[in-house]
Nanobody, 132 residues
Framework: QVQLVESGGGSVQAGGSLRLSCAAS?????????????MGWFRQAPGKEREGFAL???????TYAESVKGRFTISKGKAKNALYLEMNSLNPEDTAMYYC?????????????????????WGQGTQVTVSS
């Protein structure tokens, strides 16, 4: 089991920046299970499906949705039990609940499609609100 806890959400004006963190605990980077080799950030706005927009695998390879490419950066902590998301040039369309997620190693196809149903472990979410 892997437990994930997000932090860093809040309210910001358009054009501003936020940094989200996700602390992972439990059976995270066990050499036997690799339970959280593949991690990512998802978001869900009211009335919309949960969108995967940034993933990172154990080797540090990243993938981004077009909607955030060039503005958001996903990274892992050196201790490998933390996940970060730097968000710049925020706009009101970025308003959503943001979730950290993890799963065992992502295949090429899983990594590319960034689908919520492919992920095993989830945090409780942190709200990001961007005002115009």
């Amino acid at each position: 089991q892997v437990q994930l806890v997000e932090s860093g959400g809040g309210s910001v004006q358009a054009g501003g920046s936020l940094r989200l963190s996700c602390a992972a605990s439990g059976d995270t980077y066990s050499s036997d299970t690799h339970s959280s080799d593949c991690m990512g950030w998802f978001r869900q706005a009211p009335g919309k499906e949960r969108e995967g927009f940034a993933l990172i695998n154990s080797g540090g390879t990243t993938t981004y949705a077009e909607s955030v490419k060039g503005r958001f950066t996903i990274s892992k902590g050196k201790a490998k039990n933390a996940l970060y998301l730097e968000m710049n040039s925020l706009n009101p369309e970025d308003t959503a609940m943001y979730y950290c997620a993890a799963r065992p190693p992502c295949s090429y196809w899983v990594f590319g499609r960034r689908r919520a149903s492919d992920f095993t472990y989830w945090g409780q979410g942190t709200q990001v609100t961007v005002s115009s």
